[in-house]
């Protein structure tokens, strides 16, 4: 069964098996993208017996697939319904769903006998041909020819009252999906001219905070001007985030590649450090070695921006005459490099310390202290520390009133294992 | 070093490129696939950055993504092996695989720092012993 189209398509999915729970017959779809493949929603065990008999022979099973993908391909061409017969002598159903002209998919369904059809002679004679094929004991014959007679009986009006109910049914499905789509293209399409305007903005921002340092004119002007500049920078960053956040801008695919680490922890430094400055929170990077780590640059980013957003996110603000600190510790521990987190601020509870990678959760101490956010953060970042061969787990300890230390421990395999799960992620 | 930049936005995005070229990098600005096919430049250049959305926009074997055939041309036909970065707003994701066979030697996605974009070349230049002359250091923490 395809699985490329079925994250989304899960209403689909529920009402096709309960219309293939009612009439009791199998029902398969065929779509462009789930080309060789013919989805069904009937177990197994319920398809008629005879069907079950000839799946039995690896000959008939192949027989009857190629036969589907075959009848499919046709009408998916045509976009003209069919009722033909299979190469068993089983009646089988197949109707194109049509939006705007497009056929978007082929349903069919069958197993079935067609009660005063024009081919139930044929149907018949691909019956015999079928036993003579297949069988290899009398018993086989003798299954297929009572299996045969049992098929269930259809007439015309039954036929057309469960295609139109069908057609019904997927035409306004897909329709709902063409819409969807549409609006997907023109989120895109914003998203897309978004980041085109941003880039001459995003460059210009950090050209023009880098100007600013390297200055050697000293002037009031200039030195009001350069927070100024970071400000903007920090600014047009989190913009930049935000914008490919919306976009869904994570690739599905990881590439690894050996990079520093170093410079992920810059770039979340950089782009949360207006918050960490506003909150009179210092981060404090101590990273040892730095070397260099097979990893996938957008994708632990992405997990790296998290944590040190978190790190922020829930610490105590400093004051005027002190600050807060966030610390980012980096070392070689054998072949891994381990990442700490610390801060100083809103707890976890220890019960709680497993549950906070889950998506959505939001600790009990977080939720008195309020913190916006949507509880995804740690979850995403400990999938894509997964997904290279990582781990993550979590402290928290109380301190003084109502402070806590956590920390947040990264361990990454310098390089990735080559093994099966390494091919996975590089697919 | 020179580095050929092909891309039609080159205008409004030209200050992508002030560190490299602050590093003492000459950038040759290319705007369409002809004037890429046309240009002695790319022979003799140390690195190629490259949209592949370019004008003339749809192209019969890549649709949207004519850069695409443009890298296939300039590899296949015109035995251009300099290295390429590809610097475009599109996700990676979608055009690697068509890229695969042409020897791309990094990603960057548009929007992106200027220090994002020269950390990338003085890698790429780095890896095929080219380095910059005298290169600005390391942008420092904000």
Redesign the interface.
């Known amino acids: 069964m395809s699985t490329s189209w079925i994250p989304g398509h899960k209403a689909q999915l529920a009402i096709l098996k309960a219309f293939a729970q009612f009439i009791k017959r199998a029902i398969g779809l065929f779509e462009p993208t789930n080309d060789d493949e013919i989805w069904e929603t009937l177990p197994f065990e319920e398809f008629e017996s005879y069907c079950r008999k000839i799946y039995e022979f690896s000959e008939g099973k192949r027989l009857c697939q190629k036969d589907h993908i075959e009848r499919a391909r046709r009408v998916m061409e045509s976009g003209v319904e069919e009722l033909t017969l299979c190469h068993a002598g089983v009646f089988n159903q197949a109707l194109p769903i049509i939006v705007d002209g497009d056929v978007k998919a082929v349903l069919m369904y069958g197993q079935l006998w067609a009660v005063g059809n024009d081919c139930c002679a044929e149907a018949r004679e691909r019956h015999e041909r079928t036993i003579a094929r297949l069988r290899q004991t009398e018993n086989d014959e003798l299954e297929l020819r009572v299996y045969y007679d049992e098929i269930k009986r259809f007439s015309a009006n039954d036929l057309d009252t469960l295609n139109q109910q069908l057609s019904l049914l997927q035409h306004s499905y897909y329709e709902m999906l063409s819409e969807e789509q549409a609006r997907i293209k023109q989120a895109d399409g914003i998203i ?1 001219e978004l ?2 305007r ?7 921002a ?2 023009l ?2 100007d600013l340092r390297r200055t050697s004119i000293e002037c009031p002007a200039v030195e009001s001007l350069s927070p100024v500049a ?1 400000e903007l ?2 600014s047009v ?1 989190m913009l ?1 985030t935000l914008v490919r956040n919306f976009g869904n ?1 994570m ?3 990881y ?1 690894f ?1 050996t990079c520093s680490v170093g ?1 992920l922890i ?2 979340a ?2 782009v949360y ?1 207006s918050e960490a400055k506003r909150k009179r929170v210092a981060i404090s ?1 101590q990273l040892e070695g730095l070397p260099k780590v097979e990893l996938s640059r ?1 994708h632990l980013q992405e997990a790296i921006n998290n944590l040190v957003h978190n790190a922020i996110k829930y610490s105590f603000s400093g004051a005027s005459d002190h600050y807060r600190y966030v610390e980012i510790d980096g070392e070689v521990v054998k072949s891994d490099y381990k990442l700490t987190f610390s801060n100083y601020g809103v707890g976890i509870l220890p019960e709680e310390l497993d549950r906070i990678f889950e998506p959505g959760y939001k600790g009990e101490l977080t939720r008195k202290e309020y913190r916006s956010g949507a509880g995804m953060g740690l979850a995403i970042a400990k999938e894509i520390i997964e997904r290279h061969q990582g781990t993550i787990e979590a402290r928290s300890v109380k301190t003084d009133g109502d402070a806590y230390v956590n920390t947040f421990i990264v361990r990454l395999p310098l390089e990735q294992a080559k093994g099966e799960k390494y091919e996975d992620c590089m697919d | 070093m020179k580095i050929a930049w092909i891309d039609d936005d080159i205008e409004v995005i030209r200050s992508v490129v002030k560190p490299l070229e602050q590093d003492g990098h000459q950038i040759i600005p290319i705007r369409t696939v002809q004037q890429a096919l046309d240009s002695e430049d790319l022979h003799t250049c140390a690195l190629i950055l490259m949209d592949v959305i370019l004008p003339p926009g749809c192209d019969k074997d890549f649709g949207y993504y004519s850069g695409t055939s443009l890298l296939r041309m300039l590899r296949e036909e015109h035995k251009i092996m300099t290295p390429v970065i590809v610097f475009s707003v599109t996700d990676r994701s979608k055009v690697e695989e068509r890229l695969a066979s042409w020897n791309v030697a990094d990603y960057v996605r548009k929007p992106a720092l200027p220090s994002e974009l020269k950390e990338v070349v003085d890698a790429v230049l780095a890896a095929q012993g080219n380095s910059g002359d005298g290169g600005s250091p390391t942008p420092e923490l904000l």
């Open positions: 897309h980041q085109i941003l880039q001459p903005i995003l460059a210009e950090e050209n905070y880098y970071k920078l920090n960053l930049r801008f690739p599905e695919d590439q590649k410079g810059e770039r430094i950089t450090g990077p957008d």
